[in-house]
């Protein structure tokens, strides 16, 4: 008995000393990370966790989105597709930051002064001293710097932000969704060819002892080309200190928000030929972003002798009309993990009155009569823009006879096409140098391109409903 009784007590020891090995072993590699040093120039930060490392939102961050230090933290694209599955709080936490961050950098340059960033290609942020200094930085940034976990050292070197997320969505504005359906693609140079397969290949006959000739798969390349897209807003000299903060938070969501319209727009509406496909569009400045690239309601019109247009003889959406146009998609209306329904509020109004999705009996407990809403149809998720058209003549296009009374659908497989990005949001804040004008101009700058698979007979990999009434 007592010999069992030793044996068991050394196992249970044995199993013990493994399991305080184990955590020696993670305390010792998460304090290396909590010492770790980041260089910038010829300056090191330190961090330094406050409190329970475990329980703070640094630490939950940093493991959320894989980064071993803050700084890396603020450079991550917070609404990039591989953190789909990040919590929604974890992001708006990330982002507000990086608000904080680039407003006190903002104020330093503005208001005391300091050098300022570059708007070229290269250039990287400069160092901006004493960001916890200011007024801004010290009221507002180092609380929240502390509340999120981490002790700094260096004056704020280790808050220049290189790369900033679209995620700042304004009040009374629909939240920017279409862009985020699309892989995004990082394009490592410019131009930047990703090699795409476009036809497959299956097995045959071989006669006994017989030849075979051999085939390969078909491959194609899908070209990016970036454009840069700007917007700046000028800023009085004479701006009063006090306010500066606020006026420059307003001012940053702005011109970041700015970019992300910009995108969404020329996704859906783009056209980069001479002629814009629509009239009012044509008609505009060579700036319009709905002129950098060729959108999805011109692929389709593009592709309309192989009948990417399904119309609804100027009535409302119906969902023979619909299914028509998942039908007109071939193999690539299959799968409703890959498709989305990209509605203006005005059709997604018309797809609340369907009638297989107002009665309960019908559609079951998501029947919009009980719900309210409507988040999918035939199970393919619904994305809403206001940037869909209700103003198009019955071809779909805005046109100079008219009437522009109509409006437009999409249904995209978006496994076909991709969003390139070149550069992030960056968000800058410059001396406006033409005189005689005394003020500043805050900043932005995104460079990228959307490219799909080329539209053919074989390829129908987005369908335009139009003529809706």
């Not at 917070?78 to 919590?87: A, E, I, L, Q, Y």
């Not at 700046?232 to 307003?250: C, G, H, K, T, W």
């Amino acid at each position: 008995m007592d010999t069992k009784a030793e044996k068991l007590e050394a196992e249970t020891k044995a199993i013990e000393d493994r399991m305080s090995a184990i955590e020696s072993r993670l305390l010792a590699s998460d304090q290396e990370k909590m010492n770790s040093v980041t260089s910038q120039g010829n300056d090191a930060t330190t961090y330094v966790p406050v409190g329970n490392r475990y329980d703070s939102d640094e630490s939950r961050c940093l493991r959320a989105f894989g980064c071993k230090s803050p700084a890396q933290l603020i450079e991550v694209n917070t609404m990039h597709s591989r953190f789909k599955d990040v919590p929604l709080h974890l992001k708006q936490v990330v982002s507000s930051l990086k608000n904080d961050i680039d407003v006190c950098r903002m104020t330093q340059q503005i208001v005391n002064g300091e050098k300022l960033d570059r708007g070229d290609d290269n250039a990287r942020p400069v160092h901006v001293k004493g960001m916890l200094e200011s007024r801004f930085g010290s009221s507002v940034l180092a609380p929240r710097v502390k509340a999120f976990g981490t002790g700094v050292t260096g004056g704020g070197l280790e808050w220049v932000p290189t790369a900033l997320s679209a995620q700042y969505i304004e009040e009374y504005e629909l939240e920017r969704k279409v862009a985020q359906i699309f892989r995004q693609q990082n394009m490592t140079t410019n131009p930047y060819q990703l090699t795409v397969q476009n036809n497959i290949t299956k097995a045959r006959i071989q006669a006994e002892s017989g030849g075979l000739a051999g085939s390969n798969f078909g491959t194609a390349k899908i070209n990016f080309d970036a454009t840069k897209l700007t917007e700046f807003m000028p800023l009085s000299e004479e701006l009063n200190e006090d306010s500066a903060p606020d006026i420059l938070s307003v001012v940053r969501s702005e011109v970041v928000e700015s970019q992300v319209r910009a995108t969404e727009a020329a996704i859906l509406n783009g056209d980069d030929t001479g002629t814009h496909f629509d009239f009012d569009t044509d008609a505009g400045g060579a700036e319009l972003s709905e002129k950098a690239w060729k959108g999805l309601r011109r692929l389709a019109f593009d592709n309309s002798g192989n009948g990417s247009l399904i119309d609804f003889t100027a009535g409302a959406v119906d969902l023979t009309g619909l299914r028509n146009m998942r039908a007109a998609m071939g193999k690539f209306g299959v799968n409703i993990r890959e498709l989305s329904w990209v509605l203006s509020t005005k059709v997604y109004n018309q797809f609340l009155s369907i009638p297989e999705v107002i009665t309960a009996e019908k559609f079951g407990p998501m029947a919009t009569i009980l719900q309210g809403a409507l988040a999918a149809l035939d199970g393919i998720p619904i994305i809403i823009s206001e940037y869909s058209r209700d103003d198009v003549s019955a071809t779909g296009a805005n046109t100079v006879g008219g009437p522009n009374t109509f409006s437009t659908c999409l249904l995209v497989n978006t496994r076909r096409f991709y969003f390139g990005v070149r550069r992030p949001i960056r968000v800058k804040a410059v001396m406006n140098p033409t005189p005689p004008a005394d003020e500043w101009l805050v900043a932005s700058w995104w460079r990228g391109d959307f490219k799909g698979h080329v539209q053919s007979g074989t390829e129908k990999s987005v369908i335009l409903g139009h003529n809706i009434a």
